[in-house]
């Protein structure tokens, strides 16, 4: 097993990562900026280095200042969490060139499934199902609108090197297109340096679903369940849970063999996602996109097959067999997580400040992942997740029990925060039936 770690993230996903490794007697290196110094993730690592000043770019993005750190840390390996530069090939070709070990699949899977055009033509190469749209980028906006109408409206107009649902727009018909094109094509060039763009059939009731694989140290691809995300708003996620409500054990299964054949199809190795959307009507799916790292709302899976996803991914980098036996993988009960963010409950603009309060929820089936603690600040520079709440149980209904009581529980006063709106989508009845869908948010708002 790995004996040293460094984490190259903060917050919350930081803390998780650095409280299993310490579970399994794994020196924990903590990185982080000016603006995270008083952050629990910081104190709680076994040694901690600062790496820059609040901007991103010159810290958590900054690959020379964390490889250097590992470096002067003695680290043996790296995990880069979710986010900033977890994703990024040639960080994962550098840090493993560099004589690191790089927590998170082999950097050509990052790449092959980075493109979300080259992605799309694999998965289909692969014998999984893709919704129509375009096998290459198209060209200029001639050739998308060309695309468009032989594909049919509405479409989504989707930046190839996209991800984290940015770089998206719905045109319903011509003249919305020709907007959509010139603006996600110029948020693409300015966010990713890549404006390629594709255009997709767009289904305006779906549901997103997504598979949990989990690439093996021996070269086999498992796929741990599946989780409902559609609880979304601006294309992110607010709510996931497993399994979903929508998904037979017919329809599982087919979700979960395609799954792992776009694993295969890149010779995956450690933890990934495979997302899909799934039409209700016809129980179609197709294929999103793959996240070739860890997910923020892994701890729904690990509930429910009752595993450490995290232990998985450094007995896979270490080379070791899991902890559980492969062929009898059997999931049990329920979980949802909730994603607690410093944004306004209504419009879900962020919100910063300092935490006045901090009581977290405690109780049977009740786990919070937080970043934050009474008399921290949060401040612009980052994503504004504060915590996640994660619920268990035997049964939907009784995690959504307890699901209420733990968010009339949670006590944050300080920042703006959408612990409100929770309580409003647990007495609202379209999501208590299970039948919603990714617009269930716009319905309620």
Same mark, same amino acid.
């Not at 701890?299 to 080379?319: C, H, K, N």
């Given at each position: ?7 190259a993230n ?5 803390r ?6 310490k579970r ?36 958590y993005r ?11 840390t ?10 900033f ?5 040639e960080?994962?070709?550098t840090?493993?060139?560099s004589?690191l070990?790089?927590v998170g699949?082999e950097?050509?899977?990052?790449t ?5 055009i080259n ?13 129509p749209?375009?096998?290459?980028p198209?060209?200029d906006l ?6 468009a109408?032989?594909?049919g ?7 190839a ?13 011509e ?6 094109y010139d603006?996600?094509?110029?948020f ?6 890549d404006?390629?763009v594709l255009i997709?059939r767009?289904f305006?009731?779906?549901r ?28 992110q996620?607010?709510v ?6 929508a998904?037979s ?10 799954a ?8 995956y ?8 959307l799934l039409?209700?009507?016809t ?8 996240n070739?790292? %860890?997910?923020?709302?892994h ?7 009752g595993i ?5 991914q450094l007995?896979v ?8 036996d ?8 329920h979980a949802?997580?909730?994603?607690i ?13 300092v ?5 977290e929820p405690?109780g ?6 937080s970043g934050y ?6 401040t ?14 035997a ?14 529980a ?7 925060n959408n612990?409100?709106?929770f309580?409003e %989508?647990?007495t609202?009845?379209e999501f ?12 309620m708002?």
């Amino acid at each position: 097993m790995i004996e040293s770690l460094l984490v190259a993230n903060r917050g919350e996903i930081a803390r998780r990562i650095i409280r299993t490794a310490k579970r399994l007697g794994i020196r924990a290196i903590a990185v982080y900026s000016e603006a995270d110094a008083d952050l629990p993730f910081v104190a709680e690592a076994d040694e901690a280095v600062l790496i820059g000043p609040p901007n991103p770019a010159q810290s958590y993005r900054n690959a020379e200042a964390i490889l250097a750190a590992a470096k002067s840390t003695g680290a043996q390996a790296i995990h880069p969490g979710y986010g900033f530069l977890s994703e990024n090939a040639e960080f994962a070709r550098t840090v493993e060139s560099s004589g690191l070990i790089w927590v998170g699949p082999e950097a050509d899977a990052i790449t092959a499934m980075g493109d979300k055009i080259n992605a799309r033509n694999l998965m289909a190469a692969a014998g999984v199902p893709v919704a129509p749209g375009t096998t290459d980028p198209a060209a200029d906006l001639d050739a998308a609108v060309t695309a468009a109408a032989e594909i049919g409206y509405p479409v989504m107009v989707k930046a190839a090197a996209g991800g984290g649902g940015m770089g998206m727009g719905v045109a319903v018909d011509e003249a919305a297109l020709r907007t959509e094109y010139d603006k996600v094509r110029a948020f693409a060039e300015r966010m990713f340096g890549d404006g390629s763009v594709l255009i997709e059939r767009y289904f305006p009731r779906v549901r997103h679903v997504e598979v949990q694989i989990l690439g093996l140290a021996d070269g086999r691809v498992v796929a741990l369940g599946e989780r409902e995300c559609s609880v979304q708003r601006r294309n992110q996620k607010l709510v996931e849970e497993s399994p979903s409500p929508a998904v037979s054990p017919e329809l599982r299964s087919r979700l979960l063999a395609a799954a792992v054949r776009a694993g295969e199809a890149v010779s995956y190795r450690n933890a990934g996602t495979v997302e899909c959307l799934l039409d209700p009507e016809t129980n179609e799916f197709f294929f999103l996109e793959m996240n070739t790292r %860890l997910q923020v709302e892994h701890p729904v899976t690990e509930y429910v097959y009752g595993i450490d996803l995290v232990e998985e991914q450094l007995r896979v980098a270490s080379g070791l067999a899991p902890t559980f036996d492969p062929d009898a993988l059997t999931p049990s009960g329920h979980a949802i997580e909730l994603r607690i963010n410093a944004e306004d409950p209504k419009r879900f603009l962020p919100g910063p400040g300092v935490v006045r309060t901090w009581v977290e929820p405690t109780g049977e089936g009740v786990r919070v992942d937080s970043g934050y603690t009474e008399g921290n600040t949060v401040t612009p520079f980052y994503d504004s997740l504060l915590a996640k709440l994660i619920i268990s149980g035997a049964t939907r209904d009784e995690v959504l029990e307890r699901a209420k009581a733990a968010v009339a529980a949670f006590q944050i006063e300080g920042p703006k925060n959408n612990v409100p709106f929770f309580a409003e %989508l647990l007495t609202n009845e379209e999501f208590l039936s299970g039948a919603y869908d990714t617009g269930i948010v716009s319905r309620m708002r």
